[in-house]
Structure formats: structure tokens, C-alpha cells
């Protein structure tokens, strides 16, 4: 498992990441930290690993930290493993932050494994305790087809029972 700090990316575009195993991610796969300002237009990212998390900005983001100012447009975020989550903005939280500032634009995002959730803002996790904040959505598909998930415009599932989990700033739309 490779754990990044922070990550500042620009934009990426016409990419294809696959993961068999773990995490998957433009931007970051598996982070601990921050991640800022990633754009990513006609991307598809894909994962089957159980327990993984697949994400346009992070797949699967740990502890404190926030993700912000993610973009993705014509792009495709796709989890089949048992308990997968999926995700624009971030795939699966576990014990982290916030993610602020998310905009998909004709995406689709989709979770098909047991359990598996799918979101633009965050896909989900188990004990997340995640703040999802400003997240847009236009022209967007979010599904799951497993037993046991959750499919949302600012998250999927997020949700531990410590503490209040805030999701504010929703708008949802079709061009």
C-alpha cells in the first residue's frame, strides 16, 4: 500500500487506471493527506479488489485530511469488489476529513459488489465520520447494483456513529 502525504495535480486526461487489488485513483490511490485542484476529463478508473476504493481525485483516503477542487468530465468510476465504494471527489473514506468543492460533469459512477457504494462527493466507507461540501453534479449517473449499497449525490453512505457527519451543498442538474 502506497500512501501519499499530498498531492497538487493540474489535470489528466484520456486516462485508464485499473486495480486488481487495493485502491485506485487519479490523483491518488491510497492517501494520507491532502489532495488539491485534480482535473480529469474523459478518465475511467476501475477496481475489484474487496475493500477497495475507486475515486476520481482518491480512491481511498485515511485519517485527517482533506480533498478539494476535484473536476471530472466525460469520465467513468467503476467498483465491482465486495465492499467497494466509488467515487468523484473520493471512492471510500475511512476515518477522514473533508471533501470540498466537487464538480462532475457527464460521469457516471457505479458500484456493483455487496455492499459497494457509489457517490460524486464521496463514494462511502465504514466509520468515514466524512464532511462532503459543495458538491455539483450535472448530466451524471450514480448506480449500484449490489445488495447493500448506497448511491448518492454528495455520498453514497457516510456514516460511523462516533460523531455528526455533515453533507452540505448539494446542486444537481441536467444541461
Known amino acids: 500500500m502506497q500512501t501519499l502525504p499530498w498531492s497538487v495535480i493540474s489535470s489528466v486526461n484520456n486516462a ?3 486495480a486488481l487489488g487495493d485502491c485506485a485513483g487519479i490523483a491518488g490511490g491510497d492517501v494520507l493527506g491532502m489532495v488539491l485542484n485534480t482535473t480529469a476529463v474523459n478518465c475511467k478508473v476501475e477496481n475489484s479488489a474487496q475493500y477497495g476504493g475507486a475515486g476520481i481525485g482518491v480512491g481511498t483516503a485515511f485519517n485527517d485530511g482533506t480533498i ?3 473536476k471530472a468530465v466525460d469520465c467513468i468510476v ?3 469488489g465486495e465492499d ?3 467515487g468523484i471527489g473520493l471512492g471510500k473514506a475511512v476515518f477522514f476529513d473533508m471533501v470540498a468543492n466537487t464538480t462532475a460533469v457527464n460521469c457516471t459512477v457505479a458500484a456493483s459488489g455487496l455492499r459497494g457504494n457509489a457517490g460524486i462527493g464521496a463514494g ?3 466509520f468515514p465520520l466524512a464532511n462532503v461540501a459543495n458538491t455539483t453534479a450535472a448530466n451524471c449517473s450514480v448506480t449500484t447494483s449490489g445488495p447493500g449499497g448506497s448511491a448518492g449525490i454528495g455520498a453514497g453512505m457516510i456514516g460511523g456513529g462516533f460523531e455528526s457527519e455533515k453533507i452540505v451543498g448539494i446542486t444537481c442538474g441536467w444541461l
Open 68 to 70: 478539494a477542487h476535484t
Open 124 to 126: 462511502g466507507g465504514r
Open 16 to 18: 485508464h487506471v485499473v
Open 78 to 80: 467503476e467498483n465491482t
Open 84 to 86: 467497494g465504494d466509488a
